[in-house]
């Protein structure tokens, strides 16, 4: 299994980012993709799930603010809107293999390299 993302970068407080996953070897058909983020001396956070019938959960902290999407099997995007510097963070993207949606890192097993985004105030 491979992920692999692209998209990250550097933005202003209240710009705008979209990430993208691209996955291979991965059954997506039947199983979760999702994105997470982990901060300098933070815990890896759960930020948005998705299964191929559309999103399943965000976090409370991008709710409202971050779209979790899937464009065809195998591929996923993260749209996020009113960056603030709380979503400094490199970003990851993760399969599992279970047709039940969760943001629980734990229950992840394909990791990508994660992708780095930096919001600037």
């Known amino acids: 299994v491979r992920l692999v993302e692209s998209g990250g970068g550097l933005v202003q407080a209240g710009g705008s980012l979209r990430l993208s996953c691209a996955a291979s070897g991965f059954p997506y058909g039947d199983n979760i993709m999702a994105w997470f983020r982990q901060a300098p001396g933070k815990e890896r956070e759960g930020v948005a799930c998705?299964?191929?019938?559309?999103?399943i959960a965000y976090s409370d902290s991008v709710k409202g603010r971050f779209t979790i999407s899937s464009a065809h099997a195998g591929e996923i995007a993260l749209e996020m809107n009113s960056l603030n510097a709380e979503d400094t963070a490199v970003y990851y993207c993760?399969?599992?293999?279970?047709?039940?949606?969760?943001?629980?890192?734990?229950?992840?097993?394909?990791w990508g390299q994660g992708t780095q985004v930096t919001v600037s105030s």
């Open positions: 993760a399969g599992r293999r279970s047709p039940y949606g969760t943001i629980w890192a734990r229950e992840y097993n394909s």
């Open positions: 998705i299964s191929p019938d559309g999103p």
